[in-house]
């Protein structure tokens, strides 16, 4: 029994009109107060305390800067908690959805520029449609399609690929973006030897900071204690160290070649991309001019074209000569009066010349100046204040290219979301509605793709900090929001120093957890096709990263293709009658056959991919036993038939009556009957011949077959 106080702060949603309850689902946390407010304003300062440091890693591991990560933290936390069904579901920024994002979009755009922001906007708004298009339609089921066994293949490649992806940074060396994430891997493993050890410090002890604070105390965020310590540290060390310099302060031919030709490519490019605009206006201009001459337009479109292959070309180039250039590792001969500071290629300083001691990279070319970077990399500058709020850049020239993915993440990310609602909900008895959940994921993202945010989902970490700091409704995540904005109002000058090693030692600590290798083991021993499943999504997922998407539809396919395999031929049993009076597989248990009838059972349903199976087995069956002029189906199994199963049996009792073989069904379900009954079929067979349990139709074919009196291998034993 509830106290008056007690029942003040319980949600009263008996009362509430089930069309409001439906369109505004948060008004199932009121009437709201006392006890349940101070409860979800703690859990909210968790969260979020855990939220804003991961939200910053998991941006940079979707190919953002680290602050896009604070704006998907913010609005879609609030909006999923509104509209969702679950009341301790953390949503934002998580691992696996940011590596798909950054996987889906790093052949389109170059990592961490404009168009891969505003392609990462505009996938967002492309998930949150396909999420909200789902719920509104009913359509949650369609997450059944990723099997179980599918997602936990593709969790632990990911969980590892993410893992990998974030050594870089940890060792402080830089990482290329190819088609083969394998060999940018090595890439990687090559340059261990040039290990930034400041960079490698402060990864390790990030990494020993948030361990041992998860063992020993874990109601203490050890996340947030991690990214404190180690910022002061960034700040009071100077970790960061940057210069900017002319080009002709690089003292290498090579280098100075190939920086002369990223110079001459980008004005190339700036070129190609005016005479693109100007073509495009005029193709545009011409096309809604009816009189326009079509062989004038086909000319128009054929050059316009031919400009975009071209600007592609040589901003490939640009890419591809921008990492070669961040490869080189130089030392500084620093400035005196006669000479500005030179760079020069690592052991390469003239005699004479003393570097000051440091390894310098290019860190970024433009047409008249480069950066360098001779230390840790850092956070660096966080716009303070709020996202604008604007409509994504929408091209429907990516819409196609980029359809696939979104539908990935969608399900994906709605798959992680769902299973950590109903594991929160298994313990806190509340109802989850996976329909209104896709609602709340979809407008998520929408309202999040409106203020510049990435792809969210639901989070397994945060989730269970929520719920194990004692988050009673959704307004946890509200907290969260706040704290969230007051972050990026007032608190991101604070974040500069930041190291990088430090985000990347964040995720390395969050997918961890998300490597399973005896779930993989487990799906194995449940049926082998699903471990066949399992380990060929994981190895398709390693084999084609970046492309991520394409392993997990690799093991969705092979999964649905192995259930129509086993569907194809199920199990057939001839069945005896046992000692027990039961009946049972005969050839399991050794059982004599039946000279008046051949009893058959079908396990399975009946349909398109398994008729030929289920009329090669029955005739076989016959055939083994031809003294039976009985035939007796049973159907307890079939749960299904479709029109391809109903023409099979038509033509079965046919052709078994031509035979002089009486075909006899027993246990049919009732939608099995309704098909034979909408067709004709239930008339053609007979009443007679369709009965209830086997038992009754085996005494219907020993009561009426003739001259067999005696003792029967499959009579029934109350007519013994």
Request: glycine share 8%.
């Amino acid at each position: 029994m509830l106290n008056a106080r007690d029942a003040a702060n319980e949600p009263d949603t008996m009362t509430m009109p089930p069309l409001l309850q439906r369109f505004l689902p948060f008004l199932r946390w009121f009437p709201y107060g006392g006890t349940a407010l101070r409860a979800d304003f703690i859990a909210g300062l968790t969260v979020a305390l855990v939220l804003v440091p991961q939200s910053m890693a998991y941006a940079q591991l979707a190919g953002l800067p680290a602050y896009y990560g604070l704006y998907a933290a913010f609005l879609p936390v609030a909006v999923a908690a509104l509209w969702g069904s679950s009341n301790q579901l953390g949503t934002g920024p998580v691992a696996v959805v940011s590596l798909l994002t950054a996987s889906s979009l790093a052949p389109f755009a170059a990592v961490g520029s404009e168009q891969f922001v505003a392609l990462a906007i505009m996938l967002a708004l492309m998930v949150g449609l396909v999420q909200l298009a789902l719920g509104v339609f009913k359509l949650g089921v369609v997450v059944n399609f990723l099997s179980h066994p599918v997602i936990v293949g593709f969790t632990n490649a990911a969980a590892m690929i993410i893992g990998l992806s974030q050594v870089n940074k940890i060792i402080g060396v830089p990482m290329g973006r190819s088609e083969s994430f394998i060999a940018d891997i090595w890439g990687v493993a090559k340059l261990v030897g040039e290990t930034h050890l400041p960079s490698l410090a402060m990864g390790v002890a990030a990494i020993v900071i948030i361990w041992g604070v998860r063992k020993k105390v874990p109601k203490l965020p050890g996340v947030l204690i991690a990214v404190a310590l180690t910022t002061v540290i960034s700040w009071q060390i100077g970790f960061e160290r940057n210069m900017t310099a002319r080009l002709d302060q690089v003292a290498d031919v090579e280098v100075q070649a190939q920086l002369n030709e990223f110079v001459r490519t980008q004005a190339r490019i700036a070129e190609l991309s005016e005479q693109l605009a100007a073509k495009s206006t005029d193709q545009k201009a011409m096309q809604k001019n009816p009189d326009a001459p079509p062989h004038e337009v086909a000319t128009l479109i054929y050059e316009t074209e031919l400009l975009k292959l071209q600007l592609k070309d040589r901003e490939e180039e640009n890419r591809n000569r921008n990492r070669a250039l961040r490869s080189f590792v130089f030392e500084m001969v620093p400035a005196n009066g006669e000479r500005p500071a030179m760079f020069y290629i690592q052991g390469r300083v003239p005699a004479g010349a003393e570097a000051e001691g440091h390894r310098w990279h290019i860190a970024r070319t433009s047409t008249s100046e480069l950066k360098f970077k001779g230390g840790g990399d850092v956070v660096g500058n966080i716009p303070e204040g709020l996202p604008s709020v604007a409509l994504p850049k929408f091209s429907l020239e990516m819409l196609g290219s980029l359809l696939s993915a979104a539908i990935v993440i969608s399900l994906v990310g709605f798959m992680e979301a769902i299973s950590i609602a109903k594991a929160i909900a298994a313990k806190t008895k509340d109802k989850i509605n996976p329909n209104q959940e896709l609602i709340g994921q979809g407008l998520a993202n929408i309202v999040g793709s409106l203020t510049q945010a990435f792809p969210v989902s639901g989070s397994f970490s945060r989730s269970a900090v929520n719920i194990n700091a004692g988050a009673k409704t959704g307004m946890s995540s509200l907290f969260t929001a706040l704290i969230v904005l007051v972050t990026l109002l007032f608190l991101t000058p604070l974040l500069y120093h930041l190291p990088q090693a430090v985000l990347a030692a964040v995720i390395i600590m969050a997918v961890i957890g998300l490597i399973n290798f005896t779930a993989v083991k487990h799906a194995w021993h449940a049926n082998r096709h699903d471990g066949i499943a399992s380990m060929v999504t994981f190895v398709a997922t390693l084999a084609f990263a970046p492309h991520l998407d394409k392993g997990i539809m690799v093991g969705a396919g092979l999964a649905i293709g192995l259930y129509l395999y086993r569907t194809m031929s199920p199990r057939v049993a001839i069945l005896g009658r046992f000692a027990d009076g039961t009946l049972r597989d005969a050839k399991v248990n050794n059982l004599p056959p039946s000279d008046v009838v051949t009893a058959v059972r079908f396990d399975g349903r009946l349909y398109f991919a398994n008729v030929s199976y289920f009329e090669e087995t029955i005739l076989e069956a016959v055939a083994t036993n031809p003294k039976a002029p009985y035939l007796l189906i049973v159907g307890d199994a079939i749960n299904e038939m479709d029109a391809s199963g109903e023409e099979v049996i038509h033509h079965l009792v046919s052709r078994l009556r031509d035979g002089k073989v009486t075909v006899v069904f027993s246990g049919l379900k009732k939608q099995v009957i309704d098909v034979m009954r909408a067709t004709g079929l239930f008339d053609y067979i007979g009443v007679t011949n369709i009965h209830a349990t086997a038992d009754q139709a085996l005494a219907y074919i020993y009561a009426n077959a003739s001259g067999q009196t005696g003792e029967d291998a499959l009579r029934p034993v109350a007519v013994l």
